[in-house]
T-cell receptor, first 112, second 116 residues
Framework: KQEVTQIPAALSVPEGENLVLNCSFTDSAIYNLQWFRQDPGKGLTSLLL?????REQTSGRLNASLDKSSGRSTLYIAASQPGDSATYLC???????????FGTGTRLQVTL | EPEVTQTPSHQVTQMGQEVILRCVPISNHLYFYWYRQILGQKVEFLVSFYNNEISEKSEIFDDQFSVERPDGSNFTLKIRSTKLEDSAMYFCASRKQGTLAKNIQYFGAGTRLSVL
């Protein structure tokens, strides 16, 4: 059974810092990995999708890496801003129905 | 930009009542999903739906749950007799046909279900 873990559970950084969020998964037989953002009480916004054959994917200040063989992904956020404050979730896509298995998330707070 | 729409945003019901949560997936998408998130817990997969049938379901998705695509645009989740533990945020998602590795699942804003 696929298990997804995210560390740290919470992170507080001052504005402008670069930061890294970590995601690990137990079964490397994935199709892709998605990073999402969730604001309190809100839905899930897809940030990046990284395919199983890819090592890296970038969107603006965000960069996601994937090491499938070791079951790890990182989300790098450059020059953090207060508007980046949210919970970040990673999810791995497995099975022919391509269901997503989510981690518990990292709650990020960027302070002024 | 196309989006997944869910209604209502908040549903309050009494234990034992039936509820129907509604979703309008993105129009050219063919795969549909329901997930739920109990407060403070992980987002959990419930069911996937393709070609008018369930393609996979989780252990959570027991006989109290059903899904339906009643017309060309709506996708519904019915809970037949709600329990207190069904209180959660329910998310609908959809994706288009194509290579599994490349396809993003797009999520709606969710329906918060409160069972009293």
């Amino acid at each position: 059974k696929q298990e997804v873990t995210q560390i740290p559970a919470a992170l507080s950084v001052p504005e402008g810092e670069n930061l890294v969020l970590n995601c690990s998964f137990t079964d490397s037989a994935i199709y892709n990995l998605q990073w999402f953002r969730q604001d309190p009480g809100k839905g899930l916004t897809s940030l990046l999708l990284i395919q199983s054959s890819q090592r890296e994917q970038t969107s603006g200040r965000l960069n996601a890496s994937l090491d499938k063989s070791s079951g790890r992904s990182t989300l790098y956020i450059a020059a953090s801003q207060p508007g980046d404050s949210a919970t970040y979730l990673c999810a791995v896509n497995t099975g022919t129905a391509s269901k997503l298995t989510f981690g518990t998330g990292t709650r990020l707070q960027v302070t002024l | 930009e196309p989006e997944v729409t869910q209604t209502p945003s908040h549903q309050v019901t009494q234990m034992g009542q039936e509820v129907i949560l509604r979703c309008v997936p993105i129009s050219n998408h063919l795969y549909f999903y329901w997930y739920r998130q109990i407060l403070g817990q992980k987002v959990e997969f419930l069911v996937s739906f393709y070609n008018n049938e369930i393609s996979e379901k989780s252990e959570i998705f027991d006989d109290q749950f059903s899904v339906e695509r009643p017309d060309g645009s709506n996708f519904t989740l019915k809970i037949r007799s709600t329990k207190l533990e069904d209180s959660a945020m329910y998310f609908c998602a959809s994706r288009k046909q194509g290579t599994l590795a490349k396809n993003i699942q797009y999520f709606g804003a969710g329906t918060r279900l409160s069972v009293l």
